[in-house]
Nanobody, 118 residues
């Protein structure tokens, strides 16, 4: 069973930066490298939405609302995916979830809170 644990969420001022991490366990390095990894977020009263994806080949995809400000990356040797957030806005406030998927297999982390406020 794959387990994902997010970390790095915090209170940050508008314009600030954070780096989220999502570490996987219960999976080999080789199999982890085959998974597509993603970050999603859910703001209060809203549906969960895709933020960024990175596939096994390193190709990335971003929601329009975060393009140019957020960067997803992965380190397969550490079985970890990252989300670097820059120029943060109050509308970025949400619980951020890590996701791992391959075929019909889909796993989620427990989430980490980012609050953007002065």
């Amino acid at each position: 069973q794959v387990q994902l644990v997010e970390s790095g969420g915090d209170l940050v001022q508008p314009g600030g930066s954070l780096r989220l991490s999502c570490a996987a366990s219960g999976i080999t390095f080789n199999l982890y490298a085959m998974y597509a990894m993603g970050w999603y977020r859910q703001a209060p009263g809203k549906q969960r939405e895709l933020v960024a994806l990175i596939n096994s080949g390193g190709r990335t995809n971003y929601a329009d609302s975060v393009k140019g400000r957020l960067t997803i990356s992965r380190d397969n040797a550490k079985k970890t995916v990252y989300l670097r957030t820059n120029s943060m806005k109050p509308t970025d406030t949400a619980v951020y979830y890590c996701n791992a998927g391959i075929g019909k297999r889909l796993y989620w982390g427990q989430g980490t809170q980012i609050t953007v406020s002065a």
